[in-house]
């Protein structure tokens, strides 16, 4: 069983940055891979970011490439999802989730075990 609680959401401007924090529960943290998705008003939860069990490997959707980065720290039992340069359109409620899985179709949600609670991150224009 894994716990899941996401931290760092708010309202910012376009432009800024906010880094975002998944704290998980459970001493095998390091046998999951962790995505992150999203949910915006009135649309359905997509994908946005994935790391592997050890952090060897990333995966972005394209809305995001190049802006968003996510890492973890297994001795932390965190992962986490830096946003830089966010735009409106990144307005949304994010959650992270934990896939036992491994990076298989890594986009698809229902490849998740357990998810958090979710953040709301508000960018205004």
């Known amino acids: 069983q894994v716990q899941l609680v996401e931290s760092g959401g708010g309202l910012v401007q376009a432009g800024d940055s906010l880094r975002l924090s998944c704290a998980a529960s459970?001493?095998?943290?390091?046998?999951?891979?962790m995505g992150w998705f999203r949910r915006a008003p009135g649309k359905e939860r997509e994908f946005v970011a994935h790391?592997?069990?050890?952090?060897?490997?990333?995966y972005y959707a394209d809305s995001v490439e190049g802006r968003f980065t996510i890492s973890r720290d297994n001795a932390k039992n965190t992962v986490y999802l830096q946003m830089n340069g966010l735009k409106p359109e990144d307005t949304a409620v994010y959650y992270c989730a934990a896939t036992s899985r491994g990076s298989y179709s890594y986009t698809r949600s229902d490849r998740y075990n357990y998810w958090g609670q979710g953040t709301q991150v508000t960018v205004s224009s």
């Open positions: 459970g001493r095998t943290f390091s046998s999951y891979a």
């Open positions: 790391i592997s069990w050890n952090g060897g490997k990333a």
